[in-house]
T-cell receptor, first 114, second 114 residues
Framework: GDSVTQMEGPVTLSEEAFLTINCTYT??????LFWYVQYPGEGLQLLLK?????DKGSNKGFEATYRKETTSFHLEKGSVQVSDSAVYFC?????????????FGTGTRLKVLA | DVKVTQSSRYLVKRTGEKVFLECVQD?????MFWYRQDPGLGLRLIYF???????EKGDIPEGYSVSREKKERFSLILESASTNQTSMYLC?????????????FGPGTRLTVT
């Protein structure tokens, strides 16, 4: 079945450092890919998404490119802030599969130090 | 503004009690979901519903049931709470599958079963 694999955390960075969180997927169809963020004490909220190969999703300085050839959707940010400290989830959903399911990775905790 | 609300942020129950977790969305979404979130395991789907009175089992339905009598409300029921059901429970909603739709999450209910 479909699956999502994220890099293990926690990731600890200094403010203004470059961030990469790796995400790879397996899917039989043509999934859409998402990054969600969960701030402490809150539910998940959508950060960005991409619906087809080579699409780039971006929001709040974060970006990720849908790479079909490497089945990856890595999250990047050029300069992190303390306020970016959160748990980040990669997810996929295949709207053509006939199911309603979303598959989530296990999450990567990011801690940014001032 | 999009909103998914959950009846409690924190809940403490005793082993063997029947527990109701309520979720309400104000976006007229067809799909609603219940997940549990545990460290190192990410989000696991318990049940989802794609219409009023319609439901399907997710990946870990054992020990849970659901009810959806109205489109905006989706309830998760723990028939006889056990300590291994101590977890964070997240409700989400989305528009129907067929096109790309992100999920909108509630803030979560942290349930402790003693």
């Amino acid at each position: 079945g479909d699956s999502v694999t994220q890099m293990e955390g926690p990731v600890t960075l200094s403010e203004e450092a470059f961030l990469t969180i790796n995400c790879t997927y397996t899917a039989t169809g043509y999934p859409s890919l998402f990054w969600y963020v969960q701030y402490p004490g809150e539910g998940l909220q959508l950060l960005l998404k991409a619906t087809k190969a080579d699409d780039k999703g971006s929001n709040k300085g974060f970006e990720a490119t849908y790479r079909k050839e490497t089945t990856s959707f890595h999250l990047e940010k050029g300069s992190v802030q303390v306020s970016d400290s959160a748990v980040y989830f990669c997810a996929l959903s295949d709207p053509t599969s006939g199911t309603y399911k979303y598959i989530f990775g296990t999450g990567t905790r990011l801690k940014v130090l001032a | 503004d999009v909103k998914v609300t959950q009846s409690s942020r924190y809940l403490v129950k005793r082993t063997g009690e029947k527990v109701f977790l309520e979720c309400v969305q104000d976006m007229d979404h067809e799909n609603m979901f219940w997940y549990r979130q545990d460290p190192g395991l990410g989000l696991r789907l318990i049940y989802f519903s794609y219409d009023v009175k319609m439901k399907e089992k997710g990946d870990i339905p054992e020990g849970y049931s659901v009810s959806r009598e109205k489109k905006e409300r989706f309830s998760l029921i723990l028939e006889s709470a056990s300590t291994n059901q101590t977890s964070m429970y997240l409700c989400a909603s989305s528009l129907p599958s067929g096109t790309v739709h992100e999920q909108y999450f509630g803030p979560g209910t942290r349930l402790t079963v003693t």
